[in-house]
Each structure stands twice: as C-alpha cells, then as structure tokens.
C-alpha cells in the first residue's frame, strides 16, 4: 500500500470537512486486511495527494477493482457509513487539479465513488467538473439517511417522551430485570486487550441475532473480528468508538455501536439475542446513546440508512441520499464501459 507523509494527513486533520473526519489511513488500512479474500479488488490501495496551496488539499485513496472483465478504479473503506474524497472544502481551483490528477489514472474504464452522501458538496462539484472535461457519469441512489439534531439537554430530550412510552420502558426494564443481574455498560477510549472482548462480545450477540440469519453480521467471524481490531490500533478510533452492550447474568444480549468524527455521531449498527426481544432492549439502548451524544456535545447523529418506523419515533428524518457514482473518462475505454453500463440499464428495466 502506498503511503502518504504525516504532513498530507495533517492538513486533512487540520481543515477537513467534517462528514469525512473518519476518513483516515488506518481506516483504509484495516478495510484492505478484510477485503484481502475478495477477487474482485486489488491487494493495493493507492493514494494520489492534491494541494499545499491557498486552494486547500485533498487525498484520493483508490484501489482497482474488477467488474467483470473491466477494471475500474473506485474509492476504498468500508462501505458504512459512507465513503469519500478526503478534503479540505470544495474550493473550485482544488476541484479542478483534483479532476487532472484522477484523468492521469490509467488504463481504467472508469471511476466509482460510492457510497457517498448526496450532499457532499465537494463530490457534487467534482462530478459537475469532470462532466465538462468530458466524462459521462451515472448515478444510483442506495437509499437514504435518516438523523436527527439533539434536543439542547438531556432534561429536554427525556421530556419529549410520552407517558405512555415511559411506563413501557419501566415495564420492560422491571420485566428483564426479573430474569437476573442486569447490566447495561458503555465503552470507548479503553485499551487493545478490553477493545479486542468487547469485538467479541458483541460477535456473541450478532451470532444469536436475526442478522447473523437474514442480515448482514459487522462482528461475526475472525475476518471481522481482525478488522475491528486493527482499526482500534489507531487512537483516533479508539476514541472515536462506542459501544453499549446489555448483559444478563454476565452474559451479552444486546449492543449498538457508534462513531464519533467531526461533530457528527454516525449509528454503524445494533442487535439483540432472540430470548431478550419481548424486552424491547433497543429502547433502553436509544436513550443511553442520544443522551450521551448531547453529553458530548454532538452536533448531528446520522442514524444511518432506512427508516423503519422506529427511527421517526426518536425524532429523526430524512437527512440525505446515499449514491453510488461511476464517472467514465473520454477514453475509449471509458466511452466502451459507458455504453455498456447504459445498455445494462435499459435491459433491467
């Protein structure tokens, strides 16, 4: 993997946009160990750096991946919360030098960045730009983003809560409470060894879930279980993590797991042991996690994709799209992979 010097990565952590705060090297690093069993990408990430002028800077990481016979140079990490272009603001003259450094990748049908939220104004601008010099883009919607602003005080958040809603909670808790020891404990900033039980931990509780059955498990296996642990191995992430998990008689039955960057508290994801459902854990969850962000002094929490009907009912709504974008360059190939895509298109529907 190519590597940068620290003082490319400063300026990011200096300046950067704060939907992208998350976006740093260990990030890739560890997203590259979990993908290393995949045909369909590369062994390597590379990065192409922009800047250290007044116009600000950027950092493009990529890696190659293959579709089909193709390849294509796409955006690497993993695929939530979102990806995206490491930057500084979307200053037009570091938009332009950013589209003459991607045009210099070669022997590529195309560029993909996704998923990346539909209001990051650096990628809006950046693909506005590549269409004038030439590039055919296609854009698909993954789905969208729900989230909320914390309520001012934890005091003012709990009071939104109907009577009704606080005598279930109570009723819930005395329920599982009646079962054995319960405990509910939150996690971050803790050393390697306390991170690498709390990984399993949580994959115990993914492993008696539903969606380690019909979903899509973020814990469970050692590929997962390494992925998660290298990320920690950077402070940042260690930090930025955390967690809640809800113990009966020792024993972990529940969890959620969130990430703090730039002002902006992303929910990653959360489950709950089949024998607890009836307990409605979740909410017990819900209230531990937003009231510590308005603790923390968290600007926004992205509540991630889908709303559920659950969401709403905590206050969130529609924040943003998540996209996938393919940008083809004027080349041959680029126009071959265009039309191709097209075609693709128009037979599915």
């Known amino acids: 993997m190519t ?3 620290e003082k490319f990565w400063k300026c990011i952590e200096a300046d950067g946009a704060p939907a992208i705060k998350f976006l740093r090297e260990n990030w890739f690093y560890a997203w590259l160990n979990l993908v290393q069993s995949s045909n369909s990408w590369t062994r390597e990430i590379e990065y192409i750096y922009v800047g250290e002028t007044d116009s600000g800077c950027a950092i493009i990481p990529y890696a190659f991946q293959k579709v089909g016979p193709l390849k294509f140079a796409s955006l690497p990490g993993a695929y939530f919360p979102h990806r995206g272009i490491v930057n500084t603001g979307p200053d037009a003259t570091l938009i332009k030098k950013t589209v003459e450094k991607l045009s210099k990748i070669s022997g590529i049908y195309g560029f993909r960045m996704g998923p990346v939220e539909s209001n990051d104004r650096f990628i809006s601008d950046l693909t506005e730009q590549l269409k004038q010099n030439g590039w055919k883009i296609i854009t698909m919607t993954i789905g969208a983003n729900y989230g909320m602003v914390p309520p001012a005080s934890v005091e003012e958040y709990l009071s939104g809560f109907s009577a009704n809603r606080r005598q279930k909670m109570r009723a819930h808790a005395r329920k599982m409470d009646a079962l054995g020891k319960v405990e509910l404990k939150h996690f971050n900033d803790v050393d390697a060894s306390t991170w690498e039980q709390i990984f399993k931990d949580i994959e115990t509780v993914e492993s008696n879930a539903w969606v380690s059955k019909s979903g ?3 814990f469970v ?6 992925y998660w642990n ?3 191995k950077d402070d940042f992430y260690k930090k930025a993590l955390s967690v809640w998990i809800l113990y009966l008689d020792d024993k972990p039955v529940s969890k959620k797991v969130a990430l703090d960057a730039g002002g902006i508290r992303y929910y990653l994801t959360s489950s709950y042991d089949e024998k607890v459902a009836r307990f409605n854990t979740g909410v017990r969850m ?3 996690f937003v009231s510590d962000a308005i603790v923390k002094g968290i600007k926004y929490i992205n509540n991630g994709l889908g ?4 969401k709403a009912q905590w206050g969130s709504e529609y924040y943003n799209d998540l996209i996938d974008i393919i940008a083809f360059p004027p080349t041959l190939k680029g126009r071959f992979a265009y039309l191709l895509a097209k075609l693709k298109a128009a037979l599915g529907r």
Request: no cysteine; aromatic share 4%; hydrophobic share 20%.
């Open 3 to 5: 590597e940068l010097p």
């Open 221 to 226: 296996g050692q590929e997962k279980q390494t």
């Open 307 to 310: 709303d559920s009907g659950y």
């Open 230 to 232: 290298e990320l920690v």
């Open 216 to 218: 899509e498990p973020r």
């Open 286 to 288: 819900e209230v531990e």
